[in-house]
């Protein structure tokens, strides 16, 4: 071979050589650019997210630590998924609450005499408030200035214009935001699925006509949940569309119900009665007795069609403590249930 052509062909594969190295130096460039902007993106999805609460957009910290709730809508959703805390208001929380077991969980207390002084002594990455505890949301922000602190609290009171839809959408958006705070997605959108199912099944199962009355009994004493701000039953008139038997004017969101004699209760003769056991979910009460021997002693009762035919459901029995999306799932589906085989 001549020299020439010998010094022109290793001209080319130098070119050709060089060529491919830039196309490879280029590729491993890119890829490590992909690679290092989607490890970004996935850190920055590891470290924080966003929620709303009933303030607005809200940033907060992935699987925090130090974390003290507040809000009793949460605390079986946080027990469920193995979520540690630091504090709770054992005061108002169900006995057999994990966190009430757990001796290392400091107690707050109740909301009337909170020991708020225990949530700055557990210098938390995040404090849950609500329902209870929604009125201490400025004090624990000036109390906590480093934390975030969210306000998961649902307005279902008089003032409440559609207190059903805010209750169904507000337990429905805490169990996502939890789900995102503690990385447990999947566990949130399963939970919102089944409470959606048991609404469908629950509105399916009543007539559209039955009478309906909603009481709270407690120390003996029988009181009227009314419609739309009645404790735990007065939103659900508006989610399943319920018949009242009785609506009494001026009527409150109290936890103990409202003023109504029992006569008057009997006189509107209920198809249904549906009954929350305020002293099932406290313990230590002297003057406690259980609801169902409440309603078996009232003599007014006795001749309405609810307790002759017994049309009663009576709410899971830690509901006063306990008003998770769980509880209400429970109840719904007891609900449903119910009302379906009387159809």
């Known amino acids: ?52 609460d009933a303030h607005g957009t809200v940033t907060v910290p992935v699987n925090p630590k130090n974390v003290v709730a507040l809000d009793n809508r949460t605390f079986e959703t946080l027990a469920d998924w193995k979520i540690d805390l630091v504090a709770v208001p054992k005061d108002v929380m169900p006995a057999d609450s994990p966190y009430v077991k757990d001796d290392s969980v400091k107690n707050i207390g109740n909301h009337r005499e909170p020991n ?14 609500g329902q209870r505890f929604a009125g201490y949301y400025e004090e624990i922000k000036k109390l906590v200035p480093n934390a975030v602190v969210i306000d998961l609290n649902v307005d279902i009171s008089e003032e409440a214009a559609t207190p059903g839809e805010n209750l169904v959408n507000g337990l429905k958006n805490s169990t996502i935001a939890l789900g995102k705070i503690f990385d447990k997605n999947e566990e949130a959108k399963q939970v919102v699925a089944d409470f959606d199912k048991v609404i469908e099944n629950a509105k399916s199962a009543y007539n559209g006509t039955d009478k309906v ?81 409440v309603i078996a002693n009232a003599p007014a009762l006795q001749k309405t069609t609810a307790v002759s035919k017994k049309h009663i459901v009576y709410a899971p029995a830690d509901t006063y403590t306990n008003e998770s999306i769980q509880t209400y799932i429970e109840l719904f589906e007891n609900l449903a249930n119910t009302l379906a085989k009387a159809k």
């Open 116 to 129: 708020l002084e225990i949530i700055a002594a557990a210098d938390p990455e995040l404090v849950i408030v």
């Open 1 to 52: 071979m001549k020299k020439s052509m010998f010094l022109k062909l290793v001209g080319i594969m130098a070119v050709l050589t060089l060529m491919l190295a830039a196309c490879s130096s280029n590729k491993t460039n890119e890829e490590s650019k992909s690679n290092k902007d989607n490890g970004s993106e996935e850190v920055a999805k590891s470290t924080t997210v966003e929620i709303t």
């Open 213 to 293: 009355m909603s009481v709270i009994v407690g120390g003996g004493d029988i009181g009227f949940s009314a419609p739309h701000s009645g404790r735990v039953w007065g939103p659900m008139y508006e989610i399943f569309g319920w018949a009242p038997a009785l609506e009494v004017a001026d009527s409150t969101s109290d936890h103990k119900g409202d003023e109504v004699s029992v006569e008057a209760i009997a006189e509107s003769n209920p198809d249904w009665l549906f009954v929350l056991d305020r002293d099932a979910a406290i313990s230590g009460e002297e003057d406690s007795v259980p609801a169902q021997d």
